[in-house]
């Protein structure tokens, strides 16, 4: 069966430096595969897309990768801060017309 | 703010009842999504309009049902309503200009039910 699995449900990181989040898939082909960041009680918010035939996107402080042959995605935030804490979620859109969403890290930057 | 907007925010009621939860698209956005999102279960996909026509479903309960109505916006429709079904509602929309590729989706604030 499809499976999305996020690397960790929770990653502590110091103020500074670069977070990396990972999304791993199975059993997929997506055409594209998006982030989102959510705080708590609130809805998702989309971040960044990339497309199977684009390996690296870049926007201000963040960067994401898309190796379709390792079906993994990496998900980067530079320079972090407190503020950038919050959960983010990776989905993936498959043969299906809707977009399958991972559970999540929690991301917590320390001052 | 994402531009969609869903009401109520809160819902509190009882075993058995039935609920609408209601979603106003972004202007111009003809798909719309819906969405649950309870601790143990993650963000679920349930279903999806295009235009007024359903144009996907996922795993969207029996009990459940949804519509989109021609100024396009949405209802969600729980009946019969379980203990388990205490979640976070979302509605997402996006342009879709051809309701079948797949597009970022903005997401609304959610409505937060509570069944007690």
């Known amino acids: 069966s499809q499976k999305i699995e996020q690397n960790s449900e929770a990653l502590n990181i110091q103020e500074g430096k670069t977070a990396t989040l990972t999304c791993n898939y199975t059993?997929?082909?997506?055409?594209?595969l998006q982030w989102y960041r959510q705080d708590p009680g609130r809805g998702p918010v989309f971040l960044l897309l990339?497309?199977?035939?684009?390996k690296e996107k870049r926007k201000e402080r963040l960067k994401v990768t898309f190796d379709t042959t390792l079906k993994q995605s990496l998900f980067h935030i530079t320079a972090s801060q407190p503020a950038d804490s919050a959960t983010y979620l990776c989905?993936?859109?498959?043969?299906?017309?809707?977009?399958?969403f991972g559970s999540g890290t929690q991301l917590t930057v320390l001052p | 703010d994402s531009g969609v907007t869903q009401t109520p925010k809160h819902l509190i009621t009882a075993t058995g009842q039935r609920v609408t939860l209601r979603c106003s698209p972004r202007?111009?956005?003809?798909?719309v999504y819906w969405y649950q999102q309870s601790l143990d279960q993650g963000l679920q996909f349930l279903i999806q309009?295009?235009?007024?026509?359903?144009?996907a479903k996922g795993n969207i309960l029996e009990r459940f049902s949804a519509q989109q109505f021609p100024d396009l916006h949405s209802e969600l429709n729980l009946s019969s309503l379980e203990l388990g079904d205490s979640a976070l509602y979302f509605c997402?929309?996006?342009?879709?200009?051809?309701?079948?590729?797949?597009?970022?989706?903005?997401f609304g604030p959610g409505t937060r039910l509570l069944v007690l």
């Open positions: 990339i497309r199977e035939n684009e």
């Open positions: 059993n997929y082909s997506p055409a594209y």
């Open positions: 997402a929309s996006s342009p879709n200009s051809n309701g079948r590729t797949q597009e970022t989706q903005y």
């Open positions: 989905a993936l859109s498959g043969s299906a017309r809707q977009l399958t």
């Open positions: 309009y295009y235009n007024g026509e359903e144009r």
């Open positions: 202007s111009g956005d003809l798909s």
